[in-house]
């Protein structure tokens, strides 16, 4: 995995995939793509999503910029996405953070 694509944890409800997605280019960092997770039978937001980068230096550079910070009203969580892997991750207790995609 290049380390180009990030997990963006803890963000509102009002948050959309432009508001990320410009959130995320600003300094000059080329977003290639942004986009929220939403509940599939709502279509509300699960208050996360994926931010892929041009390099794997904006995604650094991403990191470094907003893990911690507020958009929206929210502190993000702002870290590298882990491959998903095999195995039925879908019936998992307890979970912690997994930055799946």
């Not at 410009?22 to 994926?50: E, L, M, P, Y």
């Not at 907003?66 to 969580?77: A, S």
Request: cysteine-free.
């Amino acid at each position: 995995m290049s380390g180009n694509r990030l997990y963006i944890g803890n963000l509102s409800y009002q948050t959309t995939d432009e508001s990320l997605r410009a959130a995320f280019s600003q300094d000059g960092r080329k977003v290639v793509d942004a986009k929220i997770v939403s509940d599939r039978g709502t279509g509300q937001s699960r208050g996360f999503g994926f931010v892929e980068l041009e390099t794997a230096e904006d995604a650094q550079a991403a990191i470094s910029a907003w893990d911690g910070q507020d958009l929206d009203g929210r502190r993000i969580r702002v870290a590298v996405a882990q491959e998903r892997g095999g195995g039925g991750g879908r019936g998992r207790r307890g979970g912690g953070d997994r930055h799946d995609y």
